[in-house]
């Protein structure tokens, strides 16, 4: 089982093949940045047409047994979340209205701070708001999972304690490893993995040592490095692949509607645009490269098999449905 816990691409047919020749059964989605609720209504729309397209690549992922349809049906089942709460704008009704639409992920901040939580770039770091206190809750009730990859130590470590239900970073790494203001700290992975949830680990190459020139040994060492101190079962892959989009995007990405500046993060002004990926990890088809990447680096098939698919599944079939009362 192959289950890639965050891409954000620029969506084709091309890309939808892709993902069948790499035999990925399962992806999540980002269906929404800055936009607010009218706007990423319009994204579900769009990909509804996509399932009507192409019904023979993609089916829609509600739970986890969606993914049984898609591996039995030969499709990649599509599952969809938001980097930002901005699709709640300021209504914590709107939470089960998104979980409704089909929304099983939805980040707490991006980056910057939000009305829910702290964002990894800012200089202060506040903790959960008291509005992000009554979402966690309402995001536990529906079964809507809690995403905190772009937030600050400090709210990520809260959301983790608060949450009744597991929490995820669904794409970023060790940051002992990679010093990205993205990553996450020893104490901030434990935290989320001790209380029942799942790290992604990210190869968009801002978020990997050596970036660009990261090789596949280094990614796969610091896996099994990973998976030593806080477990194996606790861990997947959230690629943060953005294939095909132009470099414009990434200005948006960054800034949204919150700037008229250039604010290109853990990039830089003078090269804006997306990084290139590593050679080893172009597109869905190179899944392959970390498995073997990950056997040759001691981990055995079932750590393998539980870090590429297996680990997700259940994290899936555990989150995405509504709390029992």
């Not at 089982?1 to 093949?17: P, T, V």
């Not at 280094?218 to 806080?230: P, W």
């Not at 194996?232 to 948006?252: K, N, T």
């Not at 590593?278 to 098999?305: C, H, Q, T, Y």
């Amino acid at each position: 089982m192959l289950i890639d816990g965050l891409q954000y691409a620029r969506w084709s047919e091309k890309i939808f093949r892709q993902m069948r020749e790499g035999a990925v059964d399962a992806v999540h989605v980002t269906v929404a940045y800055h936009e607010g609720f009218r706007d990423t209504v319009l994204n579900f729309e769009k990909w509804n047409r996509w399932f009507e397209q192409y019904p023979d690549l993609i089916v829609k992922g509600r739970w986890a047994e969606d993914i049984d349809i898609a591996r039995e049906t030969g499709r990649t089942a599509v599952f969809f979340g938001f980097q930002n709460p901005g699709p709640i704008e300021d209504d914590i009704g709107l939470v089960e209205i998104a979980h409704t639409l089909g929304a099983r992920f939805m980040q707490l901040t991006y980056n910057n701070q939000s009305l829910l939580a702290t964002g990894c770039y800012e200089e202060n770091d506040a903790g959960i708001t008291r509005m992000g206190r009554q979402v966690i809750r309402e995001m536990n009730r529906v079964g809507l999972v809690v995403d905190m990859s772009h937030s600050a130590d400090r709210s990520t470590m809260e959301a983790a304690d608060i949450s009744e239900r597991p929490i995820a970073i669904t794409h970023a790494n060790p940051r002992e490893w990679a010093p990205a203001l993205r990553n996450k700290k020893r104490d901030v992975i434990r935290a989320v993995t001790e209380n029942g949830g799942m790290m992604g680990f990210s190869l968009y190459p801002h978020h990997l040592k050596d970036k660009s020139d990261c090789t596949l040994e280094s990614f796969c060492e610091m896996i099994a490095r990973t998976a030593e101190e806080f477990g194996v079962e606790r861990l997947g892959i959230g690629s943060d692949l953005c294939q095909d989009q132009p470099d414009r995007v990434v200005d948006w990405m960054r800034t949204g509607r919150w700037t008229k500046e250039a604010d290109y993060g853990e990039g830089t002004a003078e090269n804006p645009g997306f990084p290139k990926m590593p050679e080893w990890f172009g597109d869905n088809r190179d899944f392959g490269n970390i498995a073997v990447g990950l056997r040759k680096v001691g981990m055995s098939a079932d750590e393998v098999d539980a870090i590429l698919g297996g680990n997700w599944y259940r994290f899936f079939a555990d989150g995405f449905r509504p709390a029992q009362t």
